[in-house]
């Protein structure tokens, strides 16, 4: 697949962070990207999950996941997601948030509502400023 990759600020500064404290899940969320690139909508869970509800991209919102499920019970307290949205013919994918939805004060679902809220405003801005 052809896609253009773009990152927003905010994931580039938590790609960076990540990479200089946690290799592991660093080459986890690249390797997740790699096969995003390959497959595009056609890649699917461990590492990748489509059609983010609480999103008003719905379906062209998508999250990059770290660790699979099955190694989980190796990396407590890590639950890494990286946020995007797609352009609906895949043209391009904008990389909005990076965060574990594990640790912190928003866990969870509270996670999602913020960082999808987020994720949402910076697609927002960058169509606005292309108009």
Known sequence: MDSVFYNSRAFADAAKQLASTDAEAWAGI???REYLRAFGRAAVAPDEKW???QSSFGEHCGELRWPDSEDQAEHP???IRGLFV?????????FTLLGNKAAGAN???DWYDLAVE???QTVRQAITALK
Not at 86 to 94: I, Q, R
């Open 118 to 120: 987020q994720s949402d």
């Open 77 to 79: 307290g890590t639950a």
């Open 30 to 32: 690249v390797a997740a």
């Open 86 to 94: 797609a352009h609906p013919s895949d043209e391009w994918y904008v």
């Open 51 to 53: 059609h983010i509800v």
């Open 107 to 109: 866990r969870g679902s």
